[in-house]
């Protein structure tokens, strides 16, 4: 099987480093059945706990290019680490603007 989502991706390198998911949670500073979820596609990391999985992996496991505005900005987020809040003040628009970005209901405008 290809790993498609990050939790995918976690159980595979976890798998190739022989770590339990008990260790693991312990690695990323969580818990056991917050790994297992994540690895099963039961719920999808936060921001702050993707940047830790790709630090933990060690690569971006998506294809970047040719992607839409919106899953570009889903993309760096995970790679930051940083809530919309933060990331909407390091770009200058608020935070209702980004959620509309992220979920492709607005595009920027150019001043």
Do not use: C
């Amino acid at each position: 099987m290809i790993p498609m989502t990050l939790g995918e991706h976690l159980r595979k390198v976890r798998i190739q480093r022989k770590l339990s998911q008990p260790l693991m949670a312990k690695i990323l500073k969580t818990d056991t059945e917050t790994v297992l979820n994540w690895e099963k596609n039961r719920n999808n990391p936060t921001s702050k706990w993707s940047n830790k999985i790709i630090k933990f992996i060690g690569y971006f496991p998506f294809e970047w290019e040719n992607q839409p505005l919106s899953k570009k900005v889903e993309y760096a987020r995970m790679v930051s680490g940083q809530t919309q809040k933060e990331m909407g003040k390091e770009i200058g628009v608020d935070e209702s603007t980004l959620y509309k970005i992220l979920n492709g209901k607005s595009s920027p405008k150019e001043k």
